[in-house]
């Protein structure tokens, strides 16, 4: 009787579009239409979706404040230095720029912005909503090149995953240079496959080497993409497909060779000695080895929790936790953040079983083993393979639901019942992305309001004048005024006064740390704490005057008294 009821249920549904995709997502099918192309009612869809992206960039670009990440700000201050200044660096500061941990390679993509809207900050955010286009269409109309065997239908799912993504939503309204990166390395991975299939036009290695140039400068950790491809390309064509590869290089050098001649960055800007620095800053404060210094805070988190919350949009937060705490089974989450990771491998196997081992699957495991012994870490390093840990998601689920259904009684039922129900995980993931995106939250709420900081200061002092403040950086580019940073500690008030003398400082900001929290609270940084007791016996003395207080905001500016 059951199988019965189940027949009777299944045909009725046969004639609905539901089914149709569903017929669509079926194994034997899916070879068939990955080589015919996109139909038109898929166009429609990614359409759709790139419509839904744009929606959500206007609906929340400006709830992010620039400068708040702190490294937007960077980007764009290095951008105006290739404009407005005889070296690259962070020109917030009187003399010389500071020199940057920051490749060129984004910067240099923003000068364009900085030529035609150098008052408009918010038009720098473009360039990430334009990279998630470009991803988008790079991933749907380079299916056949990305996603192997199987057919377009996957493609909108992985499409969809990424682009309505909370964490993709995100960087779309930020100044960073994820998007942009990624959009590179699929460039460059749709170039590698194409030269792997025998298919690479007379220009190729012109465009790879301009491509894999950006790769490199856009982040450091743009060479795992070399790691990734180079062996990739020698074992698919042989060692006779290095005097293509030398051109490739050839052309990286004569481009780079071009960058130096028109900017002011030098060869010395083209090492990462800033990151350098910092890791063995890090490491002598440490005193041990930072890259495995925490081995299993970095499985449990990179590859667990971060895991979790850039593919999985409900739960794997604090309130998750804490849920699961309140019923006396706290290692849920673990558990859970564990068995994303096995699905992701099990995908990643089923891929290259089915369809080989790619260029853009050899990218995904090789930034991943070498992301995991980055003495950083967050959300954002999951970013530029984000398309493949959806693509193995999926592929995983399939082959777990395919052994949940195996011994339903009709083979009919059980291989449609497979692409149904992935179906209905992907469409449920889906619409909680796309609700979670819509509801992302302003960093007013997590940082304060770092525009009120130089509001003050932007309608009262005059753009010449230096300000001393603790976030240098952030301050300058939204109240256009150099800025010198408040030290850590000043070992007396004569130092401090030797600081302001030495800079030429005209004012002195004090306001709230703008470090991230889940509710913010305003409170003052340690450098900020350390100073006040100074600044009230400059003004007990008449070297200072306090010129604006904000009590609820915790800001004050004190001008320096001739």
């Known amino acids: 009787m059951l199988q019965k009821s189940l027949r009777v249920l299944w045909s009725s549904l046969s004639d609905n579009p539901i089914s149709i995709i569903v017929d669509k997502l079926a194994p034997l099918q899916q070879a068939k239409d990955a080589l015919a192309g996109p139909s038109r009612?898929?166009?429609?869809?990614?359409?759709?979706?790139?419509?839904?992206?744009?929606?959500?960039?206007?609906?929340k670009y400006s709830e992010f404040q620039l400068g708040a990440y702190q490294d937007d700000a960077s980007y764009i201050i290095l951008a105006q230095s290739l404009v407005?200044?005889?070296?690259?660096?962070?020109?917030?500061?009187?003399?010389?720029?500071?020199h940057t941990q920051f490749p060129f390679g984004f910067p240099l993509l923003l000068v364009p912005f900085v030529l035609l809207t150098p008052e408009n900050l918010d038009a720098f955010r473009l360039i990430s909503l334009i990279a998630t286009l470009v991803n988008c269409a790079l991933l749907f109309w380079g299916w056949q090149v990305f996603g192997g065997k199987r057919s377009y239908w996957w493609a909108l799912m992985v499409v969809a995953l990424y682009a309505l993504s909370p964490q993709i939503v995100d960087q779309s309204r930020m100044v960073m240079s994820e998007p942009v990166f990624t959009t590179f390395c699929l460039l460059a991975l749709f170039?590698?496959?194409?030269?792997?299939?025998?298919?690479?036009?007379?220009?190729w290695f012109l465009?790879?080497?301009?491509?894999l140039v950006f790769v490199v400068f856009i982040r450091t950790v743009g060479f795992t993409l070399l790691l990734a491809v180079l062996p990739y390309l020698i074992w698919k064509r042989g060692l006779g497909f290095s005097r293509t590869l030398v051109l490739v290089f050839l052309v990286m050098g004569i481009t780079v060779g071009v960058i130096l001649l028109a900017t002011p960055i030098t060869g010395a800007d083209l090492l990462p000695f800033g990151y350098v620095n910092q890791l063995n800053s890090e490491a002598a404060e440490a005193g041990q080895n930072v890259f495995l210094a925490y081995p299993g805070y970095k499985f449990t988190q990179q590859l667990g929790v971060y895991l979790w919350q850039f593919l999985i949009p409900v739960g794997g937060g604090a309130n998750s936790d804490a849920f699961f705490a309140s019923l006396g089974l706290p290692f849920v989450p673990l558990f859970m953040t564990l068995?994303?990771?096995?699905?992701?491998?099990?995908?990643?196997a089923r891929w290259i079983r089915e369809s080989g081992i790619s260029s853009f699957v050899a990218f995904a495991i090789v930034y991943l083993g070498i992301v995991y012994f980055w003495t950083w870490d967050g959300r954002r390093f999951l970013y530029p393979v984000g398309p493949q840990l959806f693509f193995a998601f999926l592929l995983g689920c399939e082959f777990l639901i395919r052994g949940s259904v195996s011994r339903l009684p009709e083979r009919s039922l059980v291989r449609r019942s497979i692409p149904a129900l992935l179906s209905?995980?992907?469409?449920?993931?889906i619409a909680a992305a796309l609700v979670k995106s819509s509801r992302l939250a302003s960093s007013i709420v997590h940082m304060g309001d770092v525009y009120a900081?130089?509001?003050?200061?932007k309608a009262n002092t005059q753009p010449t004048d230096v300000i001393m403040t603790d976030?240098?950086?952030m301050d300058y580019l939204n109240g256009g005024r150099k800025t010198v940073w408040i030290a850590d500690v000043y070992p007396s008030q004569a130092a401090l006064w030797q600081d302001l003398e030495k800079y030429g400082v005209k004012y002195i900001l004090v306001a709230p740390s703008p470090n991230w929290h889940a509710v913010y609270t305003p409170e003052y940084d340690v450098a900020v704490e350390n100073v006040l007791p100074l600044l009230d016996s400059l003004v007990a003395q008449n070297h200072l005057k306090r010129v604006y207080s904000s009590p609820e905001a915790l800001i004050q500016v004190f001008q320096v008294q001739p």
């Open 453 to 457: 900081r130089t509001t003050w200061l």
């Open 41 to 59: 009612l898929q166009i429609g869809l990614w359409l759709l979706l790139a419509l839904f992206s744009c929606l959500l960039f206007v609906n």
């Open 84 to 98: 407005h200044s005889d070296s690259f660096g962070l020109i917030y500061s009187p003399g010389e720029p500071v």
């Open 424 to 429: 209905v995980l992907a469409v449920f993931l």
């Open 339 to 348: 068995l994303l990771f096995g699905i992701i491998v099990l995908g990643f």
């Open 207 to 211: 465009w790879m080497g301009i491509i």
């Open 471 to 473: 976030q240098a950086g």
């Open 191 to 203: 170039l590698t496959e194409r030269a792997a299939q025998h298919k690479q036009g007379r220009l």
